[in-house]
């Protein structure tokens, strides 16, 4: 199994930043797509940004700009740098990847962080 660890989420500022970080660990055959998608109370879960293994990216289009998405292949890690961050950003934050453990491919999902925006 592939287990996600996300990190770096926290309270900010409106303008300020914050970078999040989310390793993958346990049983890894390949990993494809890595992303970040996020869910505010009473919406439904939308996607921030994805970045492919060969750090091709797509960024939802209100986060264009504003945020950053990478990736450590490596160390099987994906980042998000968020900056002017505006309280329509306050959600929880979760790290997805498409990847094996080598029994066949599907998306793993991290537990999620926090990021809240103050006005």
């Known amino acids: 199994q592939v287990q996600l660890v996300e990190s770096g989420g926290g309270l900010v500022q409106a303008g300020g930043s914050l970078r999040l970080s989310c390793a993958a660990s346990?049983?890894?055959?390949?990993?494809?797509?890595m992303g970040w998608y996020r869910q505010a109370p009473g919406k439904q879960r939308e996607l921030v940004a994805t970045?492919?293994?060969?750090?091709?990216?797509n960024y939802a289009d209100s986060m264009k700009g504003r945020f950053t998405i990478s990736r450590d292949n490596a160390k099987n890690t994906v980042y998000l740098q968020m900056n002017s961050l505006k309280p329509d950003d306050t959600a929880v934050y979760y790290c997805?990847?498409?990847?094996?453990?080598?029994?066949?491919?599907?998306?793993?999902w991290g537990q999620g962080t926090q990021v809240t925006v103050s006005s």
């Open positions: 997805s990847a498409y990847g094996s453990s080598g029994l066949g491919f599907r998306r793993y």
């Open positions: 346990g049983i890894i055959f390949r990993i494809n797509d």
């Open positions: 970045i492919t293994s060969g750090g091709s990216t």
